[in-house]
């Protein structure tokens, strides 16, 4: 397990592109399969077509706000500390969406779940994975780590639509949980403290 002051420089590249992969496979699946079938999700629910794409809009005013507040705590927490927070807070809100029935709550808990997943993106995607890296990898680490999580994300909603028609549309909550908690205790086992950290 990685200490959480050593320099990101002694972390082998192959250990950085493990963290990196899971960490943005993680973030992007969860993002992706929630703000994208989350009105499909909610008319299994028994909301009408009109509502159900109207709270979706809602809940998606948490998107800018969530990217700002990563940004705005991505240096005071530390990456690692704010990362997997937002990790364990993304499975915690997702089980609890699977059992939202009354609409304040799917809005509320729709809407939190949105700005935790756009935390995620702010912090994982924009600023952590770079930082896995010397600067000489950096480029190839972040891409491979990228390109993984996007064609996982091409093979997601035949895998959404199956547990849809053939399971229970509250089985994508719990795969997001699912993914979310891996994903926290990756990083809070094996990921490095990047922050003021120098990197070759």
């Keep these: 397990m990685t200490h959480p002051d050593e320099p990101v420089s002694h972390i082998s590249f192959a250990k950085g592109l493990f963290i990196a992969i899971v960490a943005v496979s993680a ?43 990563g940004a705005l705590l991505v240096d005071r927490t530390g990456r ?45 995607v924009s600023i952590y994975t770079n930082e896995l890296f010397e600067t000489s990898h950096r480029f190839r680490g972040a891409g491979i780590a990228n390109g993984t999580s996007k064609l996982l994300n091409v093979l997601m909603p035949t895998f959404v639509a199956f547990m849809i028609t053939q399971v229970s549309a509250s089985f994508i909550y719990y795969a997001i949980a699912a993914l979310a908690i891996i994903a926290a205790i990756v990083i809070g086992l094996f990921g490095p403290e990047t922050d003021q950290k120098a990197i070759k």
């Design 80 to 124: 690692k500390k704010l990362i997997v927070t937002a990790f364990i807070a993304t499975a915690i809100l997702g089980i609890a969406y699977a059992y939202e029935r009354s609409t304040p709550g799917i809005l509320i808990n729709g809407f939190l779940l949105t700005i935790t997943l756009y935390i995620l993106v702010a912090s994982v």
């Design 27 to 69: 973030t992007l699946l969860c993002q992706y399969t929630f703000t994208s079938w989350v009105p499909t999700l909610l008319l299994k629910q028994g909301i009408n077509i009109v509502d159900s794409i109207s709270f979706s809009a809602i809940m998606m005013i948490g998107a800018p706000i969530g990217a700002a507040i």
